[in-house]
């Protein structure tokens, strides 16, 4: 069963053709960015960094929990991507 | 062939691009690139493509690319790493561009190069395996390599200028360097400290048109210009407001034609002596300097600019143009003897180039 993932709205310009939603079939959260990488590549580089980690603005929940790209998904789990709010 | 000049300014909220075709009226599009915060973009002069470098605080560093004057954008980041356990690269900071090969400058500082048109990149590891690499120190806007200079004739010889590790060369290729910096100050240094061999805070690099060792530099602590590559250094100060400014900027054809913007001192605000815009001019390789006024504002101007936010264009005469980091854009179309502010409300300008086309 898949997992349900949720873009953050600034990344999709970056790649046209990006849904805002989609299932992917993955076990932990590198996985998803392994997928999104092969389906739009460079997206892997605008959500994690080289050490490599999510991005400090870049935040990952997993229902409802902020994960890092260790943490494992159950079949079905919502896993949502946000940028941070910061700037200015 | 009549041109159409166009105007790269690389704002903290994106890319905007002026054009004119008599650099009197100016028509203003943009912002590109996402209004990602773009720190330097330049033109391929033998292609027209546009490159733009920058890094956004979610997504990272990354050069984005157009070919068809700015109407649509690509970006890539491919490549743009040290490894991993390394620092991640925050932004690129400068861009080059010498026979088809794209070279980028970034923060942390470090040299990349592209033979794709920037759609892969390649480390020129070569520069952080210098000796004095672990001994950097980053500068107010962090280390960042933000002067890029490529020998015309010889594409490997380099030079760099680094925040605030000072000048470095390469004539291989980037294989090996070595810090060009003498005569150079560093007044922050201890009394016996202040001619190091490297950490002087180098602010911004230019290389005089027809003579590739010709340089001039401004420092945090002084102006200065170097008649052998970088090897030797020579205080150009005498007739200028301040030691201090960010900017510089070779006339396109003159070799002893340049233009500076001085600021009042690193600890006196940072913004035009007396609060009165001027860029000074130098017609003798900076023996003597002339300050430029005339429609640029004299009464309550605390402005500053920006170390890559002054450029000139190819016309005859030459055009000048800088950017403040309140967000005015000014233009000259006769090598600074008269200005007139062309785009009063963009965002802090980061940088500018300039790019002429057949119209």
């Known amino acids: 069963m898949p997992v349900h993932v949720t873009l953050p709205a600034a990344l999709l310009p970056l790649f046209p053709g990006a849904p805002r939603e989609l299932e992917i079939e993955a076990s932990t959260v590198a996985a998803v960015m392994e997928t999104l990488e092969v389906r739009w590549p460079g997206m892997r580089d605008r959500l994690c960094d080289s050490r490599p980690a999510i991005r400090r603005h870049i935040n990952v929940f997993v229902e409802g929990q902020r994960a890092s790209l260790e943490t494992p998904l159950a079949p079905g789990a919502a896993v949502f991507i946000v940028t941070a709010i910061s700037g200015g | ?359």
């Open chain 2, 1 to 359: 062939m009549a041109q159409q000049t166009m105007l790269l300014i690389g704002t903290r909220k994106g890319l905007f691009i002026a054009e004119s075709a008599d650099r009197s009226d100016w028509a203003l599009r943009g912002p590109y690139c996402e209004t990602w915060p773009v720190n330097h973009a330049i033109a391929d002069p033998k292609t027209g493509t546009i490159y733009a470098g920058g890094g956004n605080e979610w997504f990272g560093p990354a050069v984005w690319k157009s070919t068809d004057q700015g109407k649509s954008w690509t970006h890539s980041s491919a490549g743009l790493t040290y490894g991993e356990g390394e620092p991640p690269i925050k932004a690129v900071w400068s861009l080059a561009v010498r026979d088809g090969v794209l070279y980028a400058g970034v923060d942390p500082a470090g040299l990349f190069r592209s033979t794709d048109g920037g759609e892969t990149w390649e480390h020129v590891q070569g520069l952080r395996d210098h000796p004095t690499r672990p001994h950097w120190m980053a500068g107010g806007a962090g280390l960042i390599l933000h002067s890029l200079l490529v020998h015309p004739e010889d594409a490997n010889r380099i030079w760099v200028g680094i925040s605030s590790a000072g000048v470095f060369y390469t004539g291989d290729g980037g294989k090996s360097w070595e810090p060009r910096n003498k005569g150079t100050r560093a007044d922050y240094n201890p009394e016996d400290q202040r001619y190091p061999e490297f950490g002087q805070c180098v602010h911004s690099l230019v290389m005089a048109a027809g003579e590739p060792d010709i340089l001039y530099q401004q420092n945090h602590c002084g102006m200065y210009r170097s008649e052998d590559g970088g090897q030797n250094w020579i205080s150009i100060e005498p007739g200028l407001p301040s030691s201090f400014g960010f900017p510089a900027a070779a006339h396109p054809r003159d070799t002893d034609t340049l233009f500076l913007l001085p600021l009042n001192g690193d600890i006196a605000g940072r913004y035009v002596p007396d609060a009165k815009v001027a860029v000074y001019r130098s017609r003798d390789r900076g023996r003597n300097w002339q300050a430029l006024r005339t429609g640029l504002p004299q009464e309550n101007a605390f402005v500053g600019v920006l170390r890559q936010a002054l450029a000139t264009d190819r016309l005859e005469p030459a055009g000048v143009y800088f950017g403040t980091s309140g967000g005015q854009l000014y233009a000259s179309p006769d090598e600074g003897d008269s200005w007139r502010c062309v785009a009063p409300h963009l965002p802090v300008i980061v940088s500018l180039e300039t790019l002429s086309v057949p119209r």
